[in-house]
């Protein structure tokens, strides 16, 4: 027995007629119906649309009574989507899509009157752009984010991933800078998220990439003691999935003479596909490859428990907003000993973010914590200033009081 929501028609059967009123639309779930108008009685079939197509949706749109009718032409099975449930959807488009698919149907239907009437009439659209202001923005934002990545106005710095057990440096994360020459200092947070959304951070994480394996590869020359120095790279989740990164991966390691065990990736937990069957292939070929995997931030996500053990993680990196506050606050502090037992339990490594003082420091090292970064080592810094802090022993296996 269908429901309420579906419609069974035989062959022949009206769906609706044009002019009827607009209050649904519907799915074709089986069969075929053809859509035909009457011009001067004469019967003028429009279309046919099977299975998976909608039908109706226009008249909705436009707030128009049916401009067809609708007959089916084999057995059909239809379901029905309520009027509301099809406009819930449109208001949540991209505006700018959405703006576009309201001014192509003003212009079809007024196009199709106007020609007709061989008015001189030209009408205006209907359709405007709500927030047109602030979609300009972001356009000019990701048109100047593109140039910028071409006119080199982006940069690296560094941050060392300090071994608390003798303060020596253990690798170092390897962060994106941008200077707009009238916007200034861009935050990173603010461009990668645009990156992300317009589909250009393969080009962020490549530059990244790049960059940071040239550096490793100049230290490691000028500095042959630090053959263990390893770069940490955020990237995004998109970049797993995407066609020819692992190979591009390869290509950079080997261009710098690298062991894939030099590099760490660093991606978010929330920046993952959890089940994606392609993320979870791609994120096991990397380990096999030898490249470490870290989750960043952990913490702050959901923290999927579950999904997190199916992952060849090397690696949890404890958000800054736990691990930096760790000796001020018991909550904190217990977090931080539960994470760390975590690690231990999933055979990864633990990286606390955001120390800033000594005490951030003593408190971590006693919770256990084997790694750890922030302002009190160093702040993000370019090259030459982490070469010349690795020459003067900072890389090296040093003494804690
Ligand atoms: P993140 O990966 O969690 O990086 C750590 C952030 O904490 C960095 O901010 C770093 O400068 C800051 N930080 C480090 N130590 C301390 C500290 O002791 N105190 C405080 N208050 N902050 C500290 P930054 O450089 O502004 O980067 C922000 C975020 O932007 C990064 O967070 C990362 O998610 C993203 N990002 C930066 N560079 C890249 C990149 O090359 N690729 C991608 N995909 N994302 C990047
Ligand atoms: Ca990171
Ligand atoms: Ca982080």
Same mark, same amino acid.
Request: proline share 4%.
């Given at each position: 027995?269908?429901?309420?929501?579906?419609?069974?028609?035989?062959?022949?059967?009206?769906?609706?007629?044009?002019?009827?009123?607009?209050?649904?639309?519907?799915?074709?779930?089986?069969?075929?119906?053809?859509?035909?108008?009457?011009?001067?009685?004469?019967?003028?079939?429009?279309?046919?649309?099977?299975?998976?197509?909608?039908?109706?949706?226009?008249?909705?749109?436009?707030?128009?009574?049916?401009?067809?009718?609708?007959?089916?032409?084999?057995?059909?099975?239809?379901?029905?989507?309520?009027?509301?449930?099809?406009?819930?959807?449109?208001?949540?488009?991209?505006?700018?899509?959405?703006?576009?698919?309201?001014?192509?149907?003003?212009?079809?239907?007024?196009?199709?009157?106007?020609?007709?009437?061989?008015?001189?009439?030209?009408?205006?659209?209907?359709?405007?752009?709500?927030?047109?202001?602030?979609?300009?923005?972001?356009?000019?934002?990701?048109?100047?984010?593109?140039?910028?990545?071409?006119?080199?106005?982006?940069?690296?710095?560094?941050?060392?991933?300090?071994?608390?057990?003798?303060?020596?440096?253990?690798?170092?994360?390897?962060?994106?800078?941008?200077?707009?020459?009238?916007?200034?200092?861009?935050?990173?947070?603010?461009?990668?998220?645009?990156?992300?959304?317009?589909?250009?951070?393969?080009?962020?994480?490549?530059?990244?990439?790049?960059?940071?394996? @040239?550096? #490793?590869? $100049?230290? /490691? *020359?000028?500095?042959?003691?630090? !053959?263990?120095?390893?770069?940490?790279?955020?990237? %995004?989740?998109?970049?797993?999935?995407?066609?020819?990164?692992?190979?591009?991966?390869?290509?950079?390691?080997?261009?710098?003479?690298?062991?894939?065990?030099?590099?760490?990736?660093?991606?978010?937990?929330?920046?993952?596909?959890?089940?994606?069957?392609?993320?979870? @292939?791609? #994120?096991? $070929?990397? /380990? *096999?490859?030898?490249?470490?995997? !870290?989750?960043?931030?952990?913490?702050?996500?959901? %923290?999927?428990?579950?999904?997190?053990?199916?992952?060849?993680?090397?690696?949890?990196?404890?958000?800054?907003?736990?691990?930096?506050?760790?000796?001020?606050?018991?909550?904190?502090?217990?977090?931080?000993?539960?994470?760390?037992?975590?690690?231990?339990?999933?055979?990864?490594?633990?990286?606390?973010?955001?120390?800033?003082?000594?005490?951030?420091?003593?408190?971590?090292?006693?919770?256990?914590?084997?790694?750890?970064?922030?302002?009190?080592?160093?702040?993000?810094?370019?090259?030459?200033?982490?070469?010349?802090?690795?020459?003067?022993?900072?890389?090296?296996?040093?003494?804690?009081?």
């Amino acid at each position: 027995m269908p429901s309420v929501t579906e419609i069974l028609l035989s062959p022949g059967d009206i769906l609706y007629r044009a002019g009827d009123p607009n209050d649904c639309g519907y799915i074709i779930e089986s069969g075929e119906v053809v859509l035909y108008s009457n011009h001067i009685g004469e019967r003028i079939d429009c279309e046919r649309r099977g299975a998976g197509s909608i039908v109706g949706e226009l008249s909705i749109l436009t707030g128009r009574p049916r401009t067809v009718t609708v007959e089916a032409v084999t057995d059909c099975r239809i379901f029905k989507i309520s009027a509301e449930q099809i406009l819930n959807r449109f208001d949540k488009l991209d505006p700018v899509l959405r703006a576009c698919i309201e001014t192509s149907i003003s212009f079809s239907a007024r196009f199709s009157s106007y020609s007709s009437k061989g008015s001189t009439d030209v009408p205006f659209a209907q359709s405007t752009l709500r927030n047109a202001d602030v979609l300009i923005k972001q356009f000019k934002f990701e048109n100047d984010l593109l140039k910028g990545l071409d006119k080199g106005e982006f940069s690296l710095v560094y941050q060392p991933i300090v071994r608390l057990s003798d303060n020596g440096m253990a690798g170092f994360e390897s962060l994106m800078r941008w200077r707009h020459p009238t916007r200034g200092q861009v935050a990173p947070d603010r461009f990668i998220e645009v990156a992300e959304t317009m589909g250009s951070i393969g080009r962020i994480t490549e530059f990244a990439l790049t960059e940071s394996c @040239a550096a #490793l590869r $100049r230290i /490691r *020359a000028s500095h042959p003691s630090q !053959s263990d120095l390893y770069a940490s790279v955020n990237i %995004s989740g998109q970049d797993i999935d995407r066609p020819g990164f692992l190979d591009f991966l390869a290509h950079v390691l080997d261009l710098n003479d690298l062991d894939p065990c030099h590099l760490k990736l660093e991606v978010t937990e929330t920046s993952l596909v959890p089940d994606s069957a392609s993320t979870d @292939a791609n #994120l096991k $070929r990397l /380990r *096999a490859m030898g490249c470490g995997i !870290s989750i960043d931030d952990f913490g702050t996500g959901y %923290s999927n428990l579950a999904y997190l053990k199916t992952l060849p993680l090397t690696a949890l990196k404890i958000d800054r907003a736990f691990a930096g506050d760790a000796h001020a606050n018991s909550v904190s502090r217990g977090i931080v000993r539960m994470l760390v037992a975590l690690g231990k339990e999933l055979g990864v490594d633990i990286i606390a973010e955001g120390l800033e003082t000594p005490e951030d420091v003593k408190t971590l090292r006693g919770l256990g914590c084997r790694f750890a970064q922030g302002y009190h080592f160093l702040k993000p810094a370019p090259e030459a200033e982490l070469v010349e802090l690795i020459s003067k022993g900072f890389g090296e296996h040093r003494k804690v009081a």
